[in-house]
């Protein structure tokens, strides 16, 4: 980002928002990759999930805090994205009384930041979104920005900061209960993973890598 020419990639080149290790990504990212991105080096999902220090840093802030809710900022296309269980019934089970306070959220959000327009946006493969919100049930809010560049840094805190206070204090805890609900594989067994394959390479000095 504070590049001369800010990246979509990491050092490494590649898109971090790809890397996450969802159920799809070893059937499907490289191969949506190839034929919806046309293989645009931006967009690169990297050859395994996992593969980044950014992703694996974010799955152990998952595992370690179990959020009860993620709010992530992106840039450009200037809209409000939700990915997370659509019925919250589902999450609790069948004596839930929850409504649908995690969608309600993402309503009181847009009012906040003067109508910012909702859009259904779909997840891809290795995204957060996809891991986090659609495979964890965490509810997972996405503030597109109308642009990434800085000097407008002072106008969009101004914009959304009563959206993102609203979504920080609003405790979905009650609504989801202490533990979010998770169909996929364990993170835990996924990072360990991770860090057992890292641990095979050996670094410049002959020392594993570990993280």
């Excluded at 965490?138 to 609203?166: H, M, Q």
Aim: charged share 25%; with cysteine; proline share 7%.
């Amino acid at each position: 980002f504070f590049k001369k020419r800010p990246t979509r990639t990491n050092a490494h080149k590649i898109d971090i928002n790809r890397n996450f290790p969802t159920v799809d990504w070893s059937s499907k990212a490289l191969k949506y990759w190839a034929s919806h991105c046309g293989k645009d080096p931006r967009r690169f999902p990297g050859e395994k999930s996992l593969s980044e220090p950014e992703v694996l840093f974010q799955v152990n802030l998952l595992i370690r805090y179990s959020p009860s809710k993620i709010i992530a900022v992106h840039a450009p296309l200037t809209m409000l994205d939700y990915d997370g269980p659509k019925d919250m019934k589902s999450a609790l089970g069948a004596s839930g009384k929850s409504g649908n306070q995690a969608t309600e959220l993402l309503i009181q959000m847009s009012q906040k930041a003067k109508g910012y327009r909702i859009i259904n946006y779909p997840f891809y493969p290795g995204s957060l979104g996809n891991y986090a919100g659609n495979e964890r049930n965490i509810p997972t809010y996405t503030i597109e920005l109308p642009s990434s560049n800085p000097s407008k840094s002072v106008e969009y805190w101004g914009l959304f900061r009563a959206a993102i206070e609203e979504a920080i204090q609003k405790d979905l805890r009650k609504v989801l209960g202490e533990k979010t609900v998770s169909q996929a594989p364990s993170s835990q067994d996924m990072v360990l993973g991770a860090q057992l394959e890292e641990n095979k390479s050996p670094s410049v000095e002959g020392k594993a890598v570990t993280h």
